[in-house]
């Protein structure tokens, strides 16, 4: 038998964290796209609106304490272009790219050209007065992540690394349907003066169209109700945003890398994973709901943290046992090596 | 786009003889340009430029912030030589790579060439990259510089000199390559009519030269991964290149680990062993229990796997004691000592300033010549006389007395030119050529190399640091009439 060719460790954390920052600028980029879209559905301050964004992306306290109040220029220039905030559309191309750079021979050549054009194409872009060119801006951007993610399952043997790339996009992938589902579920229960107007559903049509699935939805519910959206959301077998579908995913391509028979765990990661799948397949949504959306969503993110920082230990930063000549360890190197060029 | 106002100006020009002709070999070269016009080459050139930002061919410039990264300029007209010329340089090639390794592998045993009074004991033990870690060491089949990036340069006489030898760890192969895949994206029409040589095997020489240089007891297949500091370095776009090209693993000194005088690397699955390193970090950071202590790229205990034989290292630790710029001037000696023959291709004349009459000479001319700082590399503590002015000639002046170990001095040669795009006209530019030489089982000479050109008018320095751009360079398979420049 012919092993197959190991992979190391830096190499897997490398791939896994493309992916994700790949996923987590998608995701920024179809929030600001669809409430670009809502607010000119709605009549009055659409600074609530904004401030909903900045609460879903989890970083309230630096936005507050450098820009204040919410308005479309400052939450589109911190959410996209901001430099120095390390999960703005820009930041996480970067990084993505970087990641991407140091691995360039185990990814696919056009992974990495698409890596490359992507961030390439935002480090030329400013924030310009005006939002005409804002919305075609975000769905360029959105579609280059589907390119690159179509490029990737395309180009790329389905093998070890690339079940690390499916791993890392799905857990960002459902972090960031459960926090949208949270802030935005907050949000617009209070409003009951709402129920029934025309207002109603049109938040609710965002909240499905952040994540691609007010069409998917129709088809399968029909009306919008506050309940059906949950199951859609958080349970759906099919819907390939849905947590559960997500984690699903992530647990399969776990099992791809480490060849555990179903039902039985060797690694941390692996537990941690199936806990949370047999919980996601065996929980009624009214059950979630008569307990407390907010409080079911917030311990879910914990476990998604939980799995992420599990396979860190089972696969990136273990140490092996037993006698090595020792120095200090440092995980980034930027001392310049006089090469001969 | 037409050559009408092209002007040689009293330089050997590689495309065009003293009378403004065409050479035979670039006859029909030109003839294909003449015939496109001016907006087909520019686009032609643009979107080579493109490409390569496209594809992220990038290399990093020290100094500069932190991930400034830039193309390595590319000029479409390709520097051309015959097979006649090239069998020569070849030959001579071959007979200096054999001559050094067997320096090399003297140095770090019986030194018999030192005992013989051919080079004096002093130049060696002083060397920079002397390594007495390394003696008594034997390597695989005795061969310590595996690969070799010999950089060529052709004066005003027409006579084509080795100017330095690179040794250590010698980049831009993938240059070579990426001009070439380049000049068939953008330009394919010049091809038409000329056999040129491919280039494209590099990758696949490489990997099997790595394969032949396994340790004892590898198996038949054995684990050859490429060693590299990590994006930061200038050159790491060819570590990645070459890495996928081969398709072996590409790895930082934090990946892998010493156990039981072996090296692995630290996979998902635990550790995994590796046969064969092709590193392309310094000595000096290769191992911070041997040399620098400070060294975080480098790998603690390689050195002793090395030197266990569980291991083998291309190149060898060490080898960077042939590749001092005073040595370099024993260079010939060394031939006639070793191999009784004389050198294929010349030295350019070196004056080496620790000999007094040397030194005076050199400190009395330095408006002339060019000074070279003897360890140091990428056109970094240079002066180039006819270019200098009296404060940069007085800087030296003082160094040269205070360390005049560390300087030697040539005369300034007129390098020759290619016509390059200048704008939306053709002038010529001076160049060097860097063949790539590898050594295993046998030496085997890459056809071709890297032309580099200095893109600055006027200007001698060619490296991509200092302003240098490349070109893609053309050894032809067969030889028309007249071809040989010898």
């Given at each position: 038998m012919e092993e197959t060719r190991p992979l190391l460790s830096r190499v897997a954390d490398a791939v896994y964290w493309m992916a994700r920052y790949i996923e987590r600028a998608e995701n920024v980029a179809r929030y600001i796209g669809v409430n670009l879209n809502l607010q000119l559905d709605l009549p009055g301050d659409p600074g609530q609106q904004w401030q909903s964004l900045i609460d879903t992306s989890g970083d309230g306290a630096d936005f507050l304490k450098r820009h204040g109040e919410a308005t479309q220029h400052?939450?589109?220039?911190?959410?996209?272009?901001?430099?120095?905030?390390?999960?703005?559309?820009?930041?996480?191309?970067?990084?993505?790219?970087?990641?991407?750079?140091?691995?360039?021979?185990?990814?696919?050549?056009?992974?990495?050209?698409?890596?490359?054009?992507?961030?390439?194409?935002?480090?030329?872009?400013?924030?310009?007065?005006?939002?005409?060119?804002?919305?075609?801006?975000?769905?360029?951007l959105r579609l280059s992540s589907h390119l690159f993610q179509g490029i990737t399952d395309a180009?790329?043997?389905?093998?070890?690394?690339?079940?690390?790339?499916?791993?890392?996009?799905?857990?960002?992938?459902?972090?960031?349907?459960?926090?949208?589902?949270?802030?935005?579920?907050?949000?617009?229960?209070?409003?009951?003066?709402?129920?029934?107007?025309?207002?109603?559903?049109?938040?609710?049509?965002?909240?499905?169209?952040?994540?691609?699935?007010?069409?998917?939805?129709?088809?399968?519910?029909?009306?919008?109700?506050?309940?059906?959206?949950?199951?859609?959301?958080?349970?759906?077998?099919?819907?390939?945003?849905?947590?559960?579908?997500?984690?699903?995913?992530?647990?399969?391509?776990?099992?791809?890398?480490?060849?555990?028979?179903?039902?039985?765990?060797?690694?941390t990661s692996e537990r941690l994973m199936g806990l949370l799948r047999s919980e996601l397949d065996f929980t009624p949504v009214d059950d979630i709901l008569n307990s407390g959306l907010h409080g079911y969503l917030d311990a879910l993110q914990g476990k998604i943290n939980e799995i992420d920082n599990a396979v860190l230990a089972d696969f990136v930063d273990w140490r092996p046992q037993g006698k090595t000549p020792t120095r200090s360890q440092s995980q980034t190197q930027t001392l310049a090596v006089n090469g001969s060029r | 786009?037409?050559?009408?106002?092209?002007?040689?100006?009293?330089?050997?020009?590689?495309?065009?003889?003293?009378?403004?002709?065409?050479?035979?070999?670039?006859?029909?070269?030109?003839?294909?340009?003449?015939?496109?016009?001016?907006?087909?080459?520019?686009?032609?050139?643009?979107?080579?430029?493109?490409?390569?930002?496209?594809?992220?061919?990038?290399?990093?410039?020290?100094?500069?912030?932190?991930?400034?990264?830039?193309?390595?300029?590319?000029?479409?007209?390709?520097?051309?030589?015959?097979?006649?010329?090239?069998?020569?340089?070849?030959?001579?090639?071959?007979?200096?790579?054999?001559?050094?390794?067997?320096?090399?592998?003297?140095?770090?045993?019986?030194?018999?060439?030192?005992?013989?009074?051919?080079?004096?004991?002093?130049?060696?033990?002083?060397a920079t990259f002397y390594r007495p870690q390394c003696i008594g060491i034997n390597p695989p089949r005795g061969v310590w510089c595996h690969i070799t990036g010999t950089d060529l340069v052709r004066h005003g006489d027409g006579q084509i000199y080795v100017l330095e030898d690179n040794l250590r760890v010698p980049s831009g192969v993938s240059y070579v390559l990426e001009n070439r895949d380049l000049m068939k994206r953008t330009f394919p029409q010049v091809f038409e009519g000329l056999r040129v040589r491919p280039v494209d095997d590099y990758p696949g020489r490489l990997?099997?030269?790595?394969?032949?240089?396994?340790?004892?007891?590898?198996?038949?297949?054995?684990?050859?991964?490429?060693?590299?500091?990590?994006?930061?370095?200038?050159?790491?776009?060819?570590?990645?290149?070459?890495?996928?090209?081969?398709?072996?693993?590409?790895?930082e000194g934090g990946d892998l680990i010493v156990q039981d005088r072996k090296v692995w690397m630290r996979t998902t699955k635990g550790l995994r062993k590796v046969d064969v390193i092709y590193r392309r970090i310094d000595d000096d950071f290769l191992d911070p229990l041997s040399f620098r202590p400070d060294s975080l790229l480098g790998v603690p205990g390689i050195m002793d796997a090395w030197r266990a034989g569980n291991v083998a290292l291309a190149n060898a630790p060490g080898n960077g004691v042939a590749d001092d710029k005073v040595v370099y001037a024993y260079v010939p000696d060394m031939i006639r000592y070793y191999e009784g023959e004389d050198p294929i291709l010349p030295n350019v004349p070196t004056y080496l300033c620790w000999r007094d009459a040397d030194r005076q000479h050199v400190l009395a001319n330095l408006d002339k010549l060019v000074v070279k700082c003897a360890n140091e590399a990428g056109g970094y503590g240079?002066?180039?006389?006819?270019?200098?002015?009296?404060?940069?000639?007085?800087?030296?002046?003082?160094?040269?007395?205070?360390?005049?170990?560390?300087?030697?001095?040539?005369?300034?040669?007129?390098?020759?030119?290619?016509?390059?795009?200048?704008?939306?006209?053709?002038?010529?530019?001076?160049?060097?050529?860097?063949?790539?030489?590898?050594?295993?089982?046998?030496?085997?000479?890459?056809?071709?190399?890297?032309?580099?050109?200095?893109?600055?008018?006027?200007?001698?320095?060619?490296?991509?640091?200092?302003?240098?751009?490349?070109?893609?360079?053309?050894?032809?398979?067969?030889?028309?009439?007249?071809?040989?420049?010898?």
């Open positions: 400052n939450v589109v220039e911190f959410l996209a272009f901001d430099i120095e905030n390390p999960n703005s559309i820009f930041s996480c191309l970067r990084s993505a790219r970087e990641n991407a750079r140091s691995v360039r021979e185990t990814i696919s050549s056009e992974m990495w050209e698409q890596v490359n054009e992507m961030y390439l194409h935002m480090a030329s872009q400013y924030l310009v007065p005006g939002a005409e060119w804002l919305p075609e801006f975000f769905r360029q180009t790329m043997t389905h093998n070890e690394a690339w079940n690390f790339v499916r791993l890392g996009r799905k857990l960002e992938r459902a972090d960031k349907t459960s926090r949208i589902l949270d802030v935005k579920y907050f949000m617009l229960l209070p409003s009951l003066s709402d129920v029934g107007t025309p207002y109603d559903d049109i938040h609710w049509s965002a909240v499905l169209k952040s994540v691609s699935g007010l069409e998917m939805y129709r088809k399968k519910y029909g009306r919008l109700e506050p309940r059906d959206i949950v199951e859609f959301l958080v349970m759906d077998r099919d819907f390939p945003r849905s947590i559960h579908y997500c984690i699903t995913r992530a647990d399969a391509s776990l099992r791809a890398i480490t060849g555990t028979v179903p039902g039985t765990f060797h690694y | 786009m037409q050559f009408a106002n092209y002007q040689t100006e009293g330089f050997h020009d590689e495309m065009f003889d003293a009378t403004g002709a065409p050479r035979d070999e670039a006859r029909l070269l030109v003839d294909t340009i003449a015939s496109l016009d001016e907006g087909q080459f520019l686009r032609c050139q643009r979107s080579a430029e493109r490409i390569l930002l496209q594809l992220g061919i990038t290399f990093n410039v020290y100094g500069d912030s932190a991930g400034t990264e830039r193309i390595f300029p590319f000029d479409l007209i390709p520097r051309i030589v015959t097979a006649h010329e090239w069998a020569w340089v070849e030959r001579g090639l071959k007979q200096r790579i054999r001559v050094l390794n067997h320096f090399i592998d003297d140095i770090y045993h019986d030194q018999k060439i030192l005992k013989d009074k051919v080079i004096p004991e002093e130049v060696i033990k002083s990997l099997e030269m790595l394969q032949t240089i396994g340790p004892r007891g590898a198996s038949e297949n054995p684990t050859v991964v490429l060693l590299t500091p990590g994006i930061y370095n200038s050159a790491y776009f060819e570590h990645s290149f070459l890495a996928q090209k081969m398709g072996v693993q590409l790895v240079m002066l180039v006389g006819p270019h200098s002015t009296a404060q940069q000639r007085e800087e030296f002046a003082a160094l040269i007395a205070a360390h005049p170990r560390n300087y030697i001095a040539q005369p300034t040669l007129a390098l020759s030119r290619v016509p390059t795009l200048v704008d939306d006209h053709f002038e010529g530019r001076h160049v060097d050529l860097r063949p790539y030489i590898l050594y295993g089982n046998e030496i085997e000479v890459l056809p071709g190399g890297l032309t580099r050109v200095a893109l600055r008018k006027g200007s001698l320095v060619v490296n991509s640091s200092q302003g240098g751009g490349s070109k893609d360079t053309w050894v032809l398979a067969d030889s028309p009439e007249n071809g040989s420049a010898e």
